[in-house]
């Protein structure tokens, strides 16, 4: 018997016609023979392995942060976008150029070059909707097993941008992740934040901007990458630090409510409560500017997280205790906030919460003595006779 050699050799003697095939366009990338292909999910899942000695250990985060993403289009069908998988033969497999589709022996694997956690996040949805599923099979819950297997059914047909390398060494694949994972520079700031339009408090930051008439006088800047253009006051990520700070009394990272799921009439019902917030700033602040330290970044955030805790001390949002609390900005000393160079050298975080302090001890100490009822009286007298006008 003739020495077999190579695992290809192997293969072409074996009596099976088991192939995958997968059609794709031959071409050359940067010197090297690849394969272009949209495959489903379901095929990647039978061809694909991972060489650890290529790639890095699976990070827990990343893939549930993932898997959470591909669950916006199982769970409510929202778009969802993913780069490309990149995958190297090492020699296995066949080009046919009449037919335009490349062959694999069933026991045959592509290596991952670049998208191990997009795949392994899919391949860990299936395993816990396939387990679903066996449960609900056992109760006896059909129901439950047509709702689990619609969802596996388009999780098996998301397609997938393919592109595999036929001829690279492992050395390459190496250098190929190494300079794909190392390279590009992930978006950021300003940039990032507003091309991030599915969470709640992006949606309404986007709408206040784009329909609401008073922000007209709060220039805010939609699309520089990072911080905000000289002629604008907000950023667009301060806009939603600030709405953050209105609604929930904190800062960004801790918000509880900025999720996917919401309804129309909560975006809608919110914004009205934000125009009222902003319209009352303006009324009580100098006109906005870049020099007015009331206006800064900083300040701003601290004044929303201030405003919630007096609006909501009833246990719902009243936009009548927020009306009293707003009359106690005109008598504010901003510059007795920081000391000496504080407004500069201590971190974000810290002079936003000294900001904080210094408003909430200053409205308890003072707010009885400085609010008079008359001022709010001639407000709510001013608002009806602006209102009959229009009508």
């Known amino acids: 018997m003739d020495q077999i050699s190579s695992l290809s050799e192997l293969l072409a003697v074996q009596k099976t016609s088991s192939f995958i095939e997968i059609p794709g366009t031959l071409s050359r990338t940067f010197g090297q023979t690849t394969l272009s292909t949209t495959l489903p999910m379901s095929k990647l899942f039978a061809i694909y392995e991972v060489d650890l000695e290529v ?93 689990i297997g619609k969802k596996l059914s388009k999780l098996y047909t998301f397609p997938m941008s393919t592109m595999i390398y036929l001829d690279i060494n492992a050395r390459q694949e190496r250098q190929l992740f190494s300079d794909i994972n190392k390279l590009p520079r992930k978006i950021g700031g300003n940039l990032a934040v507003l091309r991030e339009q599915r969470r709640f408090y992006h949606v309404l930051a986007t709408r206040l901007v784009e329909e609401s008439p008073i922000m007209k006088r709060i220039p805010v800047d939609m699309f520089t990458e990072r911080g905000k253009g000289p002629e604008f006051l907000f950023s667009y990520h301060l806009l939603i630090e600030i709405l953050i700070g209105l609604f929930e009394g904190r800062l960004k990272s801790a918000s509880r409510g900025n999720g996917y799921y919401f309804e129309d009439h909560e975006i809608e019902s919110q914004m009205k409560v934000a125009e009222h917030y902003f319209e009352g700033m303006l009324r009580h602040l100098p006109e906005p500017e870049k020099g007015e330290l009331c206006w800064s970044e900083n300040l701003q955030i601290a004044l929303a997280m201030f405003f919630h805790g007096e609006a909501t001390k009833s246990g719902t949002f009243n936009k009548y205790a927020l009306d009293y609390a707003l009359h106690i900005l005109p008598h504010l000393d901003w510059n007795a906030i920081y000391s000496g160079d504080e407004k500069d050298r201590l971190p974000r975080r810290s002079r936003i919460m000294k900001a904080f302090q210094y408003v909430k001890g200053f409205y308890e100490e003072h707010h009885l003595f400085l609010i008079r009822e008359s001022d709010m009286a001639d407000e709510m007298e001013d608002e009806k006779e602006a209102k009959e006008d229009v009508g």
């Open 55 to 147: 790639q890095r250990s699976i990070v827990p985060l990343n893939l549930s942060r993932m898997m959470d993403y591909i669950m916006l289009y199982l769970d409510h069908g929202q778009g969802i976008y993913f780069p490309g998988i990149i995958l190297s033969a090492r020699g296995a497999g066949e080009y046919d150029p009449a037919s335009g589709v490349y062959r694999l022996q069933a026991i045959e694997k592509l290596y991952v070059v670049d998208g191990q956690h997009r795949l392994a996040a899919f391949r860990r949805l299936m395993e816990t909707l396939q387990s679903a599923m066996a449960r609900a099979k056992d109760r006896r819950e059909y129901d439950r097993m047509e709702e």
